[in-house]
């Protein structure tokens, strides 16, 4: 009996970088049994299911390198791991997350599968992989699949799981190969994130970042105490003030003189905002609407023209745009509803999504809108005579980008007011008619100063410029040659890796940094271990990059942890790598070849900086190979120093770590000098000077620190009385 289904055996969620890619990934152990034997060209109108489907595979370029590469090798003939690779990344695609890495390996087992896939968030990815092996084996039995639905769906998880546009742009822009920032998202389902690391971090949350006061957030969301403070410092602002009532608020209005704004005092979004107010009436219908989106409702004098958005940054006016007045105009058959829904809502830069410019209009839902269109004498299902314009929202979405129009003196009012109310970055909204000249000149006025403002006008405008805002913030938080990262060094290899890990961390204290380090021992914070047993797992990692007094980190990686989880960090100042036994990692994951356990180890050299240093064992040929990897420098540590490897590298002027008449040396090309006699060193005089592997290393140790620019007299001091067997301090 044939087994023609696709299984998934395991699914790793590889959360940084890895043997396949710089990024999160998912791993799907996948088993296609006998499906093995049908590659996708014997299998009668797979094909044009399949594409029927998913036509817009015709873009995967696959590994041909050309548009409807892939779909060449669908005819010509591939199998379902290759094939569920690429569906999944499509579906991810048409839910919003474009292009992404793919992998499809075969293992030493027939019919199982590596397939792997980029995963911008678990929970996405995760369904999306699911929902690619449904469509696969709907296409391969000819039944149908609703993709539409799949896809909905995979929407709905990216707005629940995923970072918003406003935070993503912060993130993506703190990411840029300019910057190179790296970070950790705090929340699971939210929009706080660590920029950089342990010291160096800053943290956002949406717009709002660790700078923001948080008591100016509070004065911003009390609109009537804004404009008291801004009012007090000249800054023009419409008359108003708080009323209790109904009654109250039409006195307040007929004080002030008609036309008046009534809103929540304490509204975001401009929900609850009724402007343009001509009646006692109209106050009095509109007061209960206000009050039910805010603690209390303020009546305000009503400013001519067209509402803006100031975005400020760290004291500087970055992107403006202005608001929009939406209408329909009647053809004599149509009601207003549906002139809505033809005229408006049709427009394909409408949506509910986030991602869209434009929100989809309705009556029912816009209080604001029902009480325009009243005030005309209709109502939706109204139908207007042909050729009549009929007002639908008076102030719409700041759609329209005028950031080059804003005149300099309007721009510093802006400024002003974010300092006035102590916000580093505030959406200041302003009335005028005419945004090229100064407020003074027109009777403008500034209306609110907001404190987490969206970014996502700025970023996909309906109409103009898409401006830089999360560069913006990213230029606010870091200053252009300030580093974001602590030195990070991370230690692989078959053996040794723990004794280095400890020895290091020792010496980076010494020197006076607070290090972080997480190892098979614990977890251990400037010499004091806070979390015990073995640690060098991801989650262990990260609450040591998450710590802010971490000025250094220190990370043990198994070929195990690289496997399952990725390393925590995207890149590391000091990689090192102790030795290669391959077959002590033989059995799990697959991994069953030389080739393979030094792919995996190789991970950590991969990842080493530009300006930093991969610290090699030179009496090791496996390791002596990854030389070649490391974008920065590389040192060599061996006990011999005839070793081939350091008399090749000394040739050339380069630095390296041996031990010669009783010294560790320090040496760079010809010139050496030692550090520390053996004879002197306590975790050498127990015996460990006649055994290899503790000198090595100690040797390994001293490299890593050399590397990170400790004093080789700091060095010394640190190795000479160290002691690996001491009772450890957890106090």
């Known amino acids: 009996m044939t087994n023609k289904t696709i299984d998934f055996l395991n699914v790793l ?52 390198g050309e548009r409807g590469g892939f ?33 499809a390996r075969e293992t030493s087992l027939r019919g199982v599968y590596k397939v792997v896939i980029r995963a911008w968030q678990k929970e996405v990815s995760l369904e999306a992989l699911h929902m690619g092996r449904d469509l696969l084996m709907a296409a391969i039995e000819g039944r149908p699949y609703d993709v539409d639905a799949a896809v909905a769906r995979l929407r709905e998880l990216v707005d629940d799981y995923m970072l918003g546009p406003s935070t993503r742009s912060i993130v993506e822009a703190a990411a840029d190969k300019d910057r190179r920032i790296p970070y950790i998202r705090l929340l699971a389902e939210g929009n706080l994130v660590q920029l950089g690391y342990g010291a160096r971090q800053r943290r956002i949350w949406t717009a709002e970042t660790d700078r923001t006061p948080a008591i100016a957030e509070s004065i911003s969301r009390e609109k009537d105490l804004t404009k008291t403070l801004l009012a007090s410092c000249g800054v023009p602002v419409p008359e108003g003030r708080i009323v209790t009532d109904v009654e109250d608020a039409i006195e307040a209005a007929d004080d002030i003189g008609y036309p008046v704004v009534v809103k929540p005092s304490d509204g975001n979004h401009a929900r609850g905002v009724f402007t343009n107010i001509n009646t006692p009436e109209e106050v009095a219908s509109t007061f209960p609407l206000a009050q039910a989106e805010g603690s209390e409702v303020m009546v305000e004098r009503f400013i001519k023209g067209a509402e803006h958005r100031l975005l400020v940054v760290g004291g500087r006016m970055v992107a403006a745009n202005k608001g929009d007045m939406v209408s329909v105009v009647g053809d004599g058959r149509s009601t207003i509803d549906a002139l809505i829904d033809t005229q408006i809502n049709s427009d394909p830069r409408r949506g509910d999504e986030h991602e869209f410019p434009l929100y989809r209009i309705t009556l029912d839902r816009f209080p604001a809108a029902q009480m325009e269109v009243s005030r005309q004498g209709y109502t939706g299902s109204s139908i207007p005579p042909e050729g009549q314009e009929v007002m639908i929202v008076r102030t719409s979405n700041m759609a329209f980008d005028v950031t080059d129009e804003v005149h300099p003196d309007t721009a510093e009012l802006a400024c002003l007011a974010a300092r006035i109310v102590g916000l580093d970055i505030a959406g200041v909204d302003l009335v005028c008619e005419d945004i090229t000249k100064p407020l003074a000149e027109q009777g403008g006025a500034i209306v609110e100063v907001n404190a987490g403002p969206s970014l996502l006008m700025h970023l996909k405008p309906g109409v103009g410029q898409p401006r830089p805002v999360g560069e913006a913030i990213v230029a606010h938080l870091f200053e252009k040659d300030s580093d974001a990262r602590i030195p990070v060094v991370g230690i692989t290899g078959s053996r040794g890796k723990t004794p280095v890990a400890r020895l290091l961390a020792h010496l980076l204290r010494l020197s006076g940094q607070y290090t ?20 060098t797992n991801w989650d262990a990692a990260e609450r040591v990059l998450m710590n802010r007094s971490v000025e250094a980190a220190v990370f043990e990686n ?45 991970t950590q050299i991969d990842l080493v900086l530009g300006e930093g240093a991969a610290v090699l064992n030179a009496e090791d040929p496996a390791v002596v190979e990854m030389a070649s990897l490391s974008d920065g420098e590389v040192i060599f540590y061996g006990i011999d120093p005839q070793a081939e490897a350091i008399v090749a590298h000394r040739a050339e002027g380069k630095r390296a770590v041996f031990v010669q008449e009783g010294a560790i040396m320090l040496a760079v090309g010809d010139k050496a000098e030692p550090v520390a006699r053996l004879a002197k060193i306590a975790m050498l005089a127990k015996g460990g000077i006649d055994q290899p592997g503790v000198l090595s290393n100690l040797l390994a140790a001293v490299a890593g620190a050399w590397a990170l620019g400790v004093a080789p007299a700091m060095i010394r001091a640190g190795v000479k009385p160290y002691d690996p067997t001491a009772p450890l301090r957890n106090d």
């Open 13 to 64: 969620h590889l959360r940084g970088p890895n043997i396949w890619t710089y990024r999160a990934v998912l791993e799907a152990w996948v088993d296609i049994h006998d499906l093995e034997d049908c590659p996708s060209n014997v299998i009668p109108g797979f094909y044009e299911r399949l594409t029927a489907m998913l036509p817009t595979l015709i873009e995967h370029r696959c590994s041909i």
């Open 71 to 103: 779909l060449q090798r669908l005819r010509d003939g591939t199998w379902p791991g290759h094939i569920l690779e690429h569906v999944t990344l499509e579906l991810q695609n048409l839910a919003g997350m474009s292009g992404g890495f793919g992998k």
């Open 516 to 535: 972080g380090l997480a190892c098979s021992e614990g977890v251990f914070l400037d010499g004091r271990q806070v979390e015990k047993a073995e640690r």
């Open 558 to 602: 198994s070929c195990r942890s690289i496997l399952a989880d990725g390393t925590v960090y995207d890149r590391c100042q000091v990689g090192i790598v102790t030795n290669i036994d391959p077959e002590l990692h033989y059995g799990e994951f697959y991994i069953d070849s030389p080739e393979k356990v030094w792919n995996v180890f190789r």
